[in-house]
């Protein structure tokens, strides 16, 4: 069993949808759990960031997190074309950020449709 | 957008020929890592470097080296290329790494496409 499972997609939604993306993870010693979005053929940057069970929200953007259930989601609300892109989910057992310890998901490609 | 420029963006070589791979940041940030990302198993680990000279292998550093000189740079070698090797390579950097405490954030560079044949 991977240690963050990730559905690839594509997942295809007209725009103005509520788009709910999703990780479950198999360490219950993660505590700080980040999603990254990357557009075509660019590096992956920071959208959320998280730390232990919640939701956290920023704009159109909501991050929850249910530890108990050891399963993390992104939702979208009001999606545009220019969220098309992939959504990589990262976790780790460690406050400091970096890589070590990191774990990311494979990513989900997610298309808006105008 | 952070100051990070991976060189070459693309480059197309022949199994068995020695390849390096190069990244400068301007940010003066301590970490810096290689990770590839291939289609169905996103973004794996090389090396990392914790300071000049101070470097440590990922997930996936066989057939990879590191070398950091000076704060700004980050050279990822592949002594002899493999059709396995093929992949996208990014740069990423972060103020703070493991338990140092820090944002958890990690910038990434545009990406370093290699193909070999």
């Known amino acids: 069993q991977k240690e963050v499972e990730q559905d690839p997609g594509p997942l295809s939604v007209p725009e103005g949808a509520i788009v709910s993306l999703n990780c479950t993870y198999s360490?219950?010693?993660?505590?700080?759990f980040m999603w990254y979005r990357q557009y075509s053929r660019k590096g992956p940057e920071l959208l959320m960031y998280t730390y232990s069970s919640g939701n956290k929200e920023d704009g159109r953007f909501t991050a929850q997190v249910d530890k108990s259930s050891k399963y993390i989601s992104l939702f979208i609300r009001d999606s545009q074309p220019s969220d098309s892109a992939t959504y990589l989910c990262a976790m780790s057992m460690y406050s400091g950020g970096g890589a070590d310890g990191l774990t990311f998901g494979k990513g989900t490609h997610l298309i808006i449709q105008p | 957008d952070a100051g990070i420029t991976q060189s070459p963006r693309h480059k197309v070589t022949e199994t068995g020929t020695p390849v390096t791979l190069r990244c400068h940041q301007t940010e003066n940030h301590r970490y810096m890592y290689w990770y590839r990302q291939d289609p169905g198993h996103g973004l794996r680990l090389i090396h990392y470097s914790y300071g000049v000279k101070d470097t440590d292998k990922g997930e996936v550093s066989d057939g990879y080296s590191v070398s950091r000189s000076k704060t700004e740079d980050f050279l990822l070698t592949l002594e002899s290329a493999t059709s396995s090797q093929t992949s996208v390579y990014f740069c990423?950097?972060?103020?703070?790494?493991?338990?140092?405490?820090?944002?958890?954030?990690?910038?990434f560079g545009e990406g370093s496409r290699l193909t070999v044949l």
């Open positions: 990423a950097i972060s103020e703070n790494g493991g338990r140092a405490g820090g944002t958890g954030e990690l910038f």
């Open positions: 360490n219950s010693a993660f505590q700080y």
